[in-house]
């Protein structure tokens, strides 16, 4: 049996957005070589398929990845590379986060490569090779600014000597992560840029320069190919959506609709409150649609009062609290809503711009970004593929 409450995934244009972003660096390095500027050759793509590929499904969104030939997968940990090699996924996975809490034999069982961001965290790998008797390659991380993970760009003569010296590791990449490219203006993404760079040079002097280099995420992709690099790394793009507030040309389409059904229908009277804390008074007599979704299946309760729903081609407000398995939306002026009525939280039901809801509006709504919304789906949400 299926719930209501429903994710489709459509594969295809998963595929299409994949080849489109493909596509685009190719057609821009082709500017860039003529006009003498940026990158002038198209670099491979590491795409990110991390936390469930945004809530999408990893197995099946890294399939379809590694079939329209991503150079690389990219997860968040040694856990999650080791599901996709369950699945039955060949091409290349690089684990982004910090290896301190992770089973370390899980690298080299499964064939993953690691991002080194600290020296302990080289010490330990060199250990557990050694103690295989295998030489392991690496993507090391450099802090540019962001302060998280990374050693710091301005101390890598002290800090990486050791780690460049490990006999049974291999420097295969270096990268750093951009904390402000959706920010257009905003100094520090120039100055992370030139911090890497600087790295890099540091890295040739320390004779360690590395086969590869990548930085741009999906925001750092459209807005300076000089980022680009050797490779680059979308996600939000990959599954159909631009980081905000950039714009792009791009012909990209959400790979997610999340839709569910009217279960009940009622009136209220003039006066009368809605969901738990009567915090939506009508003030006429409203007729209501009861749909069994709630903030379980990742429906934040900031929607109330905010957010819409589509049903008949129309929208209609989300009223009253959003609760754990319900919520209720004002339909007072959509003739004949009944039980089995489709609601779409995320997609279409027309062709009008009014009767299409994507998750960056629906972050808009709510103050936060898309990123959210999707990787935040819950987990009894089942996802259709198709």
């Known amino acids: 049996m299926t719930r209501c409450t429903t994710a489709r995934v459509d594969l295809a244009a998963l595929d299409r957005n994949f080849r489109a972003i493909g596509w685009y660096l190719q057609d821009e390095a082709s500017l860039n070589r003529s006009a003498g500027r940026g990158a002038v050759r198209p670099p491979g793509i590491i795409a990110v398929v991390k936390a469930n590929a945004y809530g999408h499904g990893a197995r099946p969104v890294a399939k379809t990845l590694e079939a329209a030939g991503a150079t690389m997968l990219a997860v ?52 557990v090779a050694d103690k295989r008797g295998t030489k392991l390659r690496y993507h090391l991380k450099i802090d540019t600014g962001m302060n998280r993970l990374g050693f710091r760009h301005d101390n890598l003569r002290r800090t990486l000597p050791a780690l460049l010296s490990s006999p049974n590791l291999s420097l295969d990449a270096v990268h750093t992560h951009f904390g402000s490219a959706d920010e257009p203006g905003h100094q520090l993404f120039d100055d992370q840029r030139t911090r890497f760079e600087s790295a890099c040079h540091v890295l ?24 680009w690099y050797d490779l680059v790394r979308p996600g939000l ?70 957010g819409a729903v589509l049903i008949r081609g129309r929208r209609a407000a989300i009223v009253g609290a959003v609760s754990m ?58 996802r259709k593929y198709a």
């Open 76 to 127: 968040a940990d040694i856990e999650e590379g080791v599901d996709l090699r369950r699945s039955g996924i060949h091409a290349p996975i690089l684990v982004f986060g910090a290896l301190s809490v992770s089973d370390l034999d899980g690298v080299f069982d499964h064939d993953l490569t690691p991002t080194i961001s600290s020296p302990a965290a080289g010490a330990a790998l060199q250990a």
């Open 204 to 227: 040739d002097e320390l004779s360690a320069g590395p086969r590869l280099r990548h930085a741009a995420n999906s925001a750092a992709l459209l807005r300076d190919s000089r980022v």
């Open 237 to 306: 793009l990959l599954y159909g959506l631009v980081p905000p507030p950039l714009g792009s040309t791009l012909p990209l389409a959400p790979v997610m609709s999340l839709t569910s059904r009217v279960v009940a229908v009622k009136g209220v009277r003039a006066g009368e409150t809605v969901g738990y804390g009567g915090r939506f008074t009508a003030d006429r007599a409203v007729t209501l649609a009861v749909i069994p979704a709630g903030y379980a299946d990742g429906l934040d309760r900031r929607l109330e009062g905010r």
């Open 325 to 382: 398995d319900m919520l209720t939306v004002d339909v007072t002026d959509i003739d004949a809503v009944g039980p089995g009525d489709e609601v779409v939280f995320l997609g279409s039901q027309g062709s009008e711009p009014q009767q299409t809801i994507d998750a960056r509006e629906m972050a808009a709504w709510i103050g936060t970004i898309p990123y959210e919304i999707l990787c935040r789906l819950g987990a009894r949400v089942e």
